[in-house]
């Protein structure tokens, strides 16, 4: 059993502490966060604030083929995580996704599919026939096997898994403490803005803009618009490809939609402007007429880390893990880096445990957890042959943590101060 320390309660950070925890280490997590849930006032965790398309095709025009594949093994990986989180319900599904352009546009669609490998061109017929309630004329075309995920609730259920105890219980707990920013990471020490140290066997730095200026990170603004419209009629996340904006809706129920811009190279908090919310909407009623009756019911940005290549950065070193930049791919990446940190730093073997997750718990599963399409399931291969600190393939039942420690988690029995 290893003693871990992670800075960041994100999604990698959650990710790192659910899958070390199920595999018998003992970890803390520390954040700067007032607490486990977000209050969409752009602070907290960006991840809360994200789409939550899983689009490895499509982010190619940003990140190229690493990008890509990285991207399909998360979403080979989410299938699991999303099946082990049962019985919460995170709704995810793999029916593809749609990019759509006007007749006036294809200009922009043509210089975009460029660099979009594997983009299938769509008849108007077929087009209409996978998604009725478009707006007749869009130019379209279908990239296969691309997913979406609920943030919010997959982000609440990673905590949840944790403090639930009546799954599994662990040898150790997970130890969350609020109010809590690190301010420096190094191997085996996270250093908290208080002073306090905690000393651990390996540290995790997962702090996002957090880590700056040690690390070059700045922030990039996300903006999205949540709509309600019962029965609105859209089943797969579409971008429209615009000269100026890369507009994106994403069905998040059958009778909600999220509205966003992929990015807006600023670093301001602020509320989404009138302009931009006006800008955002008739794009997407362009796309979906029927939203000219939704109800708008937030208003949320966000800031992302991303360096100075828009590329994540993924180190191993002993006794230091650190992940960061994820930029706009946070939930198309983190499991799949998550996975190759924890394989570098070797520490625990999981495969077996794997193997009965995905035979056992995957198919008895699925359908309580809203995995559509789950003909993928059987035909993936086991996440089998994975090493490391626990691995992303032992995420196969839930685990348990305790609430905050306060301001001050080095008092923490977890992580006691080395003896002189």
Not at 24 to 44: C, I, L, S
Not at 135 to 152: K, R
Not at 259 to 277: K, M, N, T
Request: proline share 8%; net charge negative.
């Amino acid at each position: 059993m290893a003693r871990i320390a992670i800075a960041g309660a994100g999604l990698a950070g959650r990710l790192f502490a659910w899958a070390l925890a199920r595999a018998g280490h003992a970890v803390t997590v520390v954040d700067a966060a007032a607490g486990p849930f977000t209050r969409f006032d752009a602070t907290g965790p960006a991840a809360f604030s994200a789409a939550g398309m899983l689009s490895p095709l499509a982010e190619q025009e940003q990140g190229g083929p690493q990008v890509a594949a990285w991207g399909w093994r998360s979403l080979q990986l989410w299938q699991g995580i999303v099946a082990a989180l049962a019985p919460a319900a995170v709704p995810f599904r793999r029916e593809g996704s749609l990019l759509l352009a006007h007749r006036g546009d294809l200009g922009t669609a043509q210089r975009v599919l460029a660099v979009v490998p594997g983009a299938q061109r769509l008849e108007e017929a077929r087009l209409q026939a996978l998604e009725p309630a478009l707006a007749p004329g869009l130019q379209g075309w279908l990239l296969a096997d691309e997913g979406l995920i609920a943030p919010v609730a997959a982000m609440e259920a990673l905590y949840e898994a944790t403090v639930n105890v009546t799954t599994a219980p662990l040898s150790q707990p997970v130890v969350w403490c609020w109010n809590s920013p690190a301010a420096a990471v190094r191997p085996g020490v996270v250093e908290l803005e208080n002073g306090a140290c905690l000393h651990a066997d390996w540290a995790i730095d997962t702090r996002g803009l957090g880590a700056a200026p040690a690390l070059p990170v700045r922030g990039v603004r996300g903006e999205i618009v949540t709509l309600s419209l019962p029965s609105h009629g859209l089943a797969r996340p579409v971008r429209l490809l615009h000269p100026r904006h890369r507009v994106y809706l994403v069905p998040r129920t059958p009778d909600e939609v999220a509205v966003g811009a992929s990015e807006i190279e600023s670093e301001d908090r602020s509320p989404v402007s009138l302009r931009s919310a006006v800008e955002l909407m008739a794009a997407a009623h362009s796309v979906l007429p029927a939203l000219a009756e939704a109800r708008i019911v937030r208003l949320d940005r966000h800031l992302r880390p991303a360096l100075p290549d828009n590329l994540p950065r993924a180190e191993c070193e002993p006794g230091l893990l650190r992940l960061n930049g994820l930029y706009r791919h946070g939930w198309l990446l983190a499991p799949a880096l998550v996975e190759q940190l924890l394989d570098e730093a070797g520490l625990a073997q999981v495969a077996q445990v794997a193997q009965v997750a995905h035979g056992a718990q995957v198919a008895q599963v699925a359908h309580g957890a809203q995995v559509a399409n789950t003909a993928h399931l059987a035909n993936a291969a086991p996440f089998a042959g994975l090493a490391g600190l626990g691995g992303i393939t032992g995420l196969a039942t839930l685990i348990k943590s305790t609430e905050s420690l306060g301001s001050s988690p080095s008092s923490s029995p977890l992580f006691p101060e080395p003896s002189p």
